[in-house]
């Protein structure tokens, strides 16, 4: 299957700091990647559609200058927390469509802590 | 909005028993897939179903989407302790590719 990667796989920072978060489809074209979140034994949420050359799509409640998506080429969406603070604390992961095959594939996640 | 419920949120079970999960709502999905996700790394796919009644054979894994696709069932045969994860269904509403994931099943398998 198609690999999507995320980088980093885990980071620590302080509270305040923003963080930036890359997902790239490694071997196809995604025109749409979501970011998901994901708390210590819970479900994924869904925060937000990204789509390529244009304004990602944020679910209700996320809050869209806190969690901003750029989704600048067909392989690469980022995923930036903005002045981080401990509640932002969370497993997120990233999934690119592939449009042939119609299918999502996952990224392995980035673990990020907040002090 | 879309809300998909599984059950059990928890399973303990003793290797070489069978099990069901289930994944169910009120909304009427285009596309269902289930998941396994091991700690700390992102889910995999097991299987995508689209068609009401449609049944999908994995080795021991056995998946069932309901007649009205509102809902879907995981059961697994003799189960090993590979099998222990967490176990997630996610549906699509037609003309979309976003998925919504349900709340999840612990499973643990124990030798």
């Known amino acids: 299957g198609a690999v999507v990667s995320q980088h980093p796989s885990w980071v620590i920072c302080k509270s305040g700091t923003s963080v930036k978060i890359e997902c790239r489809s490694l071997d196809f074209q995604a025109t749409t990647m979501f970011w998901y979140r994901q708390f210590p034994k819970q479900s994924l949420m869904l925060m937000a559609t990204s789509n390529e050359g244009s304004k990602a799509t944020y679910e209700q409640g996320v809050e869209k200058d806190k969690f901003l998506i750029n989704h600048a080429s067909l392989t690469l969406s980022t995923l930036t927390v903005t002045s981080a603070h401990p509640e932002d604390s969370s497993f997120y992961i990233c999934?690119?469509?592939?449009?042939?095959?119609?299918?999502?594939?996952f990224g392995p996640g980035t673990r990020l802590t907040v002090l | 909005t879309q809300l998909l419920e599984q059950s059990p949120q928890f399973l303990s079970i003793q290797e070489g028993e069978n099990l069901t999960v289930y994944c169910n709502s009120s909304s009427v999905f285009s596309s269902l897939q289930w998941y396994r996700q091991e700690p700390g790394e992102g889910p995999v796919l097991l299987v995508t179903v689209v068609t009401g009644g449609e049944v999908k054979k994995l080795k021991r894994l056995t998946f069932q989407f309901g007649d009205a696709r509102k809902d879907s069932s995981l059961h697994i045969t003799a189960a090993q302790t590979g099998d222990t994860g967490l176990y997630l269904c996610a549906g699509a509403a037609s003309g979309t590719y976003k998925y919504i994931f349900g709340t999840g099943t612990r499973l643990k398998v124990l030798a």
């Open positions: 999934s690119a469509h592939e449009g042939l095959a119609g299918e999502q594939f």
